[in-house]
């Protein structure tokens, strides 16, 4: 079956750089949500979007936005990154807001 | 205080043996329960998704939920190494609210 798609899988940055995380949900899902998850940590929450529209925000620094796109690809774009920002980022898709969260296999952002 | 509390372990069992990993929450707003499996450097993979107190089996895995002592547990029947990974609870509220909180997840070795 398929799943969850992220892009890159691994990135490495400067500090004050810019990175942009790319998410393909699962075929006919059309909910997006955006965690992270730092070293021997659980995953936290940074936003979701359904139908395009932004429908649940947590603790997203104001340096990222995300988008979600016609197709139900979504973007996460971090500026001036700092060396914090280190971590594992996941994608997560459902079909719909109240279903199961189907988790991808992550992008590991590294910030030197 | 952390609104879902899970035992870090690590926990070490027999190969065969009977596990079983437990959370605590605190929100009465959660109304929705969840385990994901997480191998190291790896999205989590969702193994139980359920509702209503009470157990739901499925193959090996059994999902335990009591929302009057806000207590819910996995249990694994006849370990296997490949079941050696770090196990997720994690739970969210009715409609309008679709974040995961997640527990620090307990780390489970099976030794053959």
């Known amino acids: 079956a398929a799943g969850v798609i992220q892009s890159p899988r691994h990135l490495i940055k400067e500090k004050r750089e810019t990175a942009t995380l790319k998410c393909y949900p699962i075929?006919?899902?059309?909910?997006v949500y955006w965690y992270q998850q730092g070293p021997g940590q659980d995953p936290q929450f940074l936003i979701s979007?359904?139908?395009?529209?932004?429908?649940d925000k947590g603790s997203i620094p104001d340096r990222f936005s995300a988008q979600q796109f016609s197709d139900y690809h979504s973007e996460l774009n971090m500026s001036s990154l700092e060396l914090g920002d280190s971590a594992l980022y996941f994608c997560a898709s459902s079909l719909g807001p109240q279903h199961e969260q189907y988790f991808g296999p992550g992008t590991r952002l590294t910030v030197t | 205080q952390k609104e879902v509390e899970q035992d870090p372990g690590p926990l070490s069992v027999p190969e065969g043996a009977i596990v079983s990993l437990n959370c605590t929450y605190s929100n009465s707003a959660f109304q929705y329960f969840m385990w994901y499996r997480q191998y190291s450097r790896k999205g989590p993979e969702l193994l139980m998704y359920t509702y209503s107190s009470g157990n739901k089996e499925d193959g090996r895995f059994t999902a335990q939920v009591d929302k009057s002592s806000k207590y819910i547990s996995l249990f694994i029947r006849d370990s296997q190494p490949s079941d050696s990974a770090t196990y997720l609870c994690a739970m969210r509220a009715n409609f309008g609210n679709e974040k995961l909180t997640f527990g620090t997840g307990t780390r489970l070795t099976i030794i053959p």
């Open positions: 075929p006919r899902h059309d909910t």
């Open positions: 979007f359904y139908e395009k529209m932004q429908s």
